[in-house]
């Protein structure tokens, strides 16, 4: 807790917070499933359960009433049925509903904001989970105070009452373990900058949450001057932020290394009419966008003009063919972080998202490196 002037002090309060998923003595392996895959014929009876200890569903939306609401009526309902159906299949494995993300965050500040508004969204929250069969939630909120989508409302007081949301979801929740006897999830998305870390009082907020899984992706993008590195593990002369320095930033604001579950994206992102200069790193260019996975590894790797090059210092792979630049994930750079999180003792992996890897190169790899001793 905090006292009048903003400073931690301690509290007796019990909270429960662990699970008790199959791979709860090792690393979390926690998967991302995006609703609209489906229409892309990625479905949830593709998902390879038995490498994954949790599915996060995004997203739910949240309604002007302040209640968790499914987000795609053509879709969800026939989702969630079937991630049920793999639940039988792969009783380790547990689901959340992840809410908000990118572009359904803007109700957010006005849920958090009053008390009986922080009731009415957990009260929602505790009904839905009971009605899908899910096992907790995820709250993906893009981004208190500032940030995120344009259509968003923020507050300063966006820091202190997604804390009090948090907590009061927590008490819900486990207020209905109390009834039924099982235990309720309760977990959060988080950005990976040190902005972002400021916008929350981590080292409360923690206490009342499974695990945080911090998006160490999208360090870079098409919203840059200079093309980038989405996801360097490590700073170099190109990227003054890395994937470690989200990771060190959030221990050093007090979340246990043990509670931070590691993002690992399986996409990359592509910036065009790049000058051809430094194989294409920190140039001008004129428009970007993202690219699956399968769709660099398939089409671009050593192909049509493109040529690999390693970044030794940032630990990364790039793609160039003197106009396009890729900066992406492979197999190589993805062991390298998975030896960062077993270094660092972190609480596993987090994949956005499953369907950008239907080959499950990287998840297999991911998988073996966290399962070995």
Do not use: C
Not at 9 to 14: F, G, H
Not at 130 to 137: H, Q, T
Not at 205 to 232: C, F, K, S
Not at 242 to 263: A, C, F
């Amino acid at each position: 807790m905090y006292d009048s002037a903003g400073q931690v002090v301690e509290t007796k309060e019990t909270v429960r917070v662990e699970n008790s998923s199959k791979a709860e003595t090792g690393y979390k392996m926690v998967g991302y499933y995006a609703g609209w895959a489906s229409y892309s014929g990625y479905n949830v009876s593709d998902i390879d359960a038995s490498k994954l200890t949790h599915i996060n569903y995004a997203f739910a939306n949240i309604s002007d009433d302040r209640k968790i609401a499914v987000g795609d009526t053509a879709t969800d309902y026939e989702n969630f049925k079937q991630l049920q159906m793999l639940k039988e299949k792969h009783p380790h494995v547990k689901t959340l509903i992840s809410v908000g993300g990118w572009t359904w965050s803007r109700n957010f500040s006005d849920v958090a904001l009053t008390e009986a508004a922080r009731e009415t969204f957990a009260e929602s929250v505790r009904q839905f989970i009971l009605k899908y069969g899910f096992d907790g939630v995820d709250l993906d909120w893009e981004y208190p105070v500032s940030g995120g989508h344009p259509d968003n409302k923020n507050r300063p007081g966006d820091k202190r009452n997604y804390t009090l949301l948090i907590k009061k979801i927590r008490e819900t929740l486990d207020n209905q373990s109390e009834i039924d006897g099982k235990e309720y999830l309760l977990t959060i998305a988080a950005g990976a900058s040190k902005g972002h870390a400021a916008n929350m009082e981590l080292a409360e907020l923690q206490r009342y949450v499974n695990y945080i899984q911090l998006m160490t992706y999208d360090i870079h993008g098409e919203w840059d001057a200079v093309t980038g590195l989405n996801a360097p593990l490590y700073q170099n002369a190109d990227s003054s932020w890395s994937v470690r320095d989200g990771v060190e930033t959030y221990i050093n604001s007090g979340v246990p290394s043990e509670k931070l579950v590691m993002g690992l994206p399986f996409y990359g992102r592509a910036f065009h009419e790049v000058d051809n200069l430094n194989n294409g790193l920190n140039q001008s260019f004129s428009g970007g966008t993202s690219l699956t996975f399968a769709k660099i590894d398939t089409e671009f790797v050593d192909r049509n003009g493109f040529l690999r090059h390693w970044k030794e210092d940032a630990e990364v792979p790039i793609l160039y063919n003197g106009s396009t630049f890729i900066s992406y994930d492979d197999e190589e750079s993805i062991g390298k972080k998975t030896d960062y999180i077993k270094f660092a003792e972190l609480g596993g992996a987090m994949m956005w998202e499953l369907s950008q890897d239907p080959g499950e190169v990287l998840l297999n790899k991911i998988y073996i490196d966290l399962n070995q001793e």
